[in-house]
Nanobody, 124 residues
């Protein structure tokens, strides 16, 4: 069975950092583009960042590219999201998602597999 399990969320003060991890199984991780998508309370899904199958090409929503860094370790079937200088508006459930093609797209509907999400709360 396909499984994506996020971890690393929690409560952090404004300006703080968190590192999210998403460990996967049940599919050939190295053949899939991976993305992080978030959903803030009362909002729809927002694509945050993506990485191609080799980890060579990364992309970000323009407001976050200076604060978030996506990476992957294909040997560990894991994708990461380093989040720095967090703001209250970054509060959301963060999901990792896998796309059956190696190219990242910024449309959540294009992703085939999803994790259950991890809550990130930025508050003083």
């Amino acid at each position: 069975d396909v499984e994506l399990v996020e971890s690393g969320g929690g409560l952090v003060q404004p300006g703080g950092s968190l590192r999210l991890s998403c460990t996967t199984s049940g599919f050939i991780f190295g053949h899939y583009a991976m993305s992080w998508v978030r959903q803030a309370p009362g909002n729809g899904l927002e694509w945050v960042s993506g990485i191609d199958e080799t980890g060579t090409i990364t992309s970000y929503t323009h407001t976050l590219k200076d604060h978030f860094t996506i990476s992957r370790d294909n040997a560990k079937n894991t994708v990461y999201l380093q989040m720095n200088t967090l703001k209250p508006e970054d509060t959301a459930v963060y999901y990792c998602a896998a796309r059956r093609f190696p190219v990242v797209v910024d449309l959540p509907s294009e992703y085939d597999y999803w994790g259950q999400g991890t809550q990130v709360t930025v508050s003083s």
